[in-house]
């Protein structure tokens, strides 16, 4: 039968129907009408978000799509025995969730139109999109693509394609239920029965606290600072011992965490925080209720006496670490009240760093464990760049694309390999305390993760060089992003100390490292030279050497005294206290050298 015959030959175009949306619900039609003149040819896109609610950050799928193409009886009529079939091509848009915007093509099967039909004829066509992930909080609200197309051939003759020009239109949402909020530690975890002490509340899904209380009684004030990390100020207590420490969201309140209350000394950190197993090392122990400190076993290195301490105040000792091994507390004792032990005051016999190659690969040298690798895996771009955790327990590894790869007691905080990045990741810097890190990007864009605060970054600004390394300040409120030329950006408290942007330079800057009190930092170039500024010392480079790959990475010994320099094939340059453990620059390495952490 002649399509003539059918009505359906001229102008074709796909318009809206009024389409019924199952807001909250879940369920969903969408229509689109074929207009043919006297006739039409309905497309229905059908389905439902399931689960419904979803939870934050959790996966969700299109239950149960479809589309139901209904040839209208006039058609039928027309043209009885006829073979209608085809495609519809649209997308699925969710905002709310990640990814934004996913394609889906409906196969309209091969459908005979029956000899004497009774009435509209619909047609249904599974569709299938990949999962969304919801965001944090809120809804997530479906839509219809702006446009689709429909390519469908009757009795064997393609009918003109017809485009659906439809606006954006919601078809569905469902209420994203917040994640509960947990805490995972309180730094530091003890303070004095008067209150004040100013504490950092470290977990997971802490965003937007309403309240903060501990042994339940409300914070004397508190902010939340990420996602991952709270801010309080601990109230007065009723008496020594631990309490329960709680933030409520808006899921309610959180997994408990445990502050303690003591009239005993209090340790908050140790710097360096890491020697060698033969000891020797001096070492500051800050925190307070250090005046009374007497005696052999006053400090203490896990169970062993220090070599020697000298009291400098009531918020600060000065020791010397005995001989020993592995991860100890230095517990301060004062009248017979020991420290509490934390996370802040622990001292690792380790001594080393680690190399880390753009297949995944780990090198450990030194006392540096050997955690794990990337070596095996399959990657879907190079890995760029390392750090560390404080303890020297672990490391992260991350690569281009913004995936994040952790090891041994480094915990996993996130990553941007489900983002669409701007440019390549280049590199990552841990904060402090081990329970967040940075990510930088090559145009100084910086994306945060745990407890790591977002600062600023370089991301709008015309930079004359890409971006290549990262570095945190001394206690982690603020960072350096250095570029190719050597020009540094300073963001938070990370003070702003010189750059060598505009310097005519024998090679392009490669990396940065900060010095432990934060007061400057070292820049190094691919021909090992080596740059200091601020009070960051001069203790030597690679610059005169001949070298046989080009130096990739710099980091510092813990005490800020020396530096290592790491070159792409796996050779190790020590300077300074920087004892040199070995190298990989005799091995034949499946992939080149990108990078060095140090035990810190």
Known sequence: ???????LVGSIGLVAASSPAGADTGSFTAQCVLVTGPTDLTVTLI???????????SSFNVHGLGLKTALSLAIQQAIPGATFSGTFTSSITAVGAVPGSQPVTFTIPPTTIPAVPTGPLPITSPGVVSSFTAGASGSVKLSTATTGSLNA??????????PCTQPAEQIATARIKPASATISTVLPNAGPTAGGTKVKIIGSNLNDPSAVTFGGVAATSFKGLTSGSVEAVVPPGSGTGPVAVSVTTAAGGSSPGTFTYTNGPVVTGVRPSTGPPAGGTSVIITGHGFTG?????????GSTAAASYTVGSDTSITATAPAGTGVVNVVVTVSSTASIVSSQDRFSYRSGYWLDGSD????????????????SLMLNKPVVGMTSTPDGG??????????VFSYGDAQFFGSAGNLTLNKPIVGIAATPDGFGYWLVA?????????????????????????????ASSADGNGYWLVASDGGVFAYGDAGFHGSLAGTPLNGAVVGIAGTPDGNGYWLATATGGVFNLGDAGAH???????????????????????????????????????TFYGSAGGIHLNAPMVGVAAVS
Do not use: H
């Not at 039968?1 to 009505?7: D, F, H, Q, R």
């Not at 995944?360 to 070596?375: D, L, M, R």
């Open 47 to 57: 389905g439902s978000i399931s689960p419904n609610p979803v939870s934050s950050g």
């Open 442 to 470: 090559s145009d100084g864009g910086v994306f945060s993760y745990g407890d790591a605060q977002f600062f600023g970054s370089a991301g709008s600004l015309p930079l004359v060089s890409p971006v290549v390394g990262i």
């Open 394 to 403: 672990g490391y992260w590894l991350v690569a281009s694309d913004g995936g």
């Open 540 to 578: 030597g480079s690679a610059s005169g050497l001949v070298l046989t790959a080009p130096v990739v990475g710099l980091a510092s010994s813990p005490d800020g005294g020396g530096y290592w320099l790491a070159a792409a094939d796996g050779g190790v340059f020590s300077y300074g206290d920087a």
């Open 293 to 301: 400190a007497t005696g052999a076993g006053a400090v203490k290195f």
């Open 153 to 162: 051939t009757l009795n064997g003759a393609a009918l003109p394609p017809g």
């Open 1 to 7: 039968m002649a399509l003539a015959a059918a009505g």
């Open 360 to 375: 995944g690969g780990v090198f450990a040298y030194g006392n540096s464990p050997f955690e794990g690798s990337a070596a």
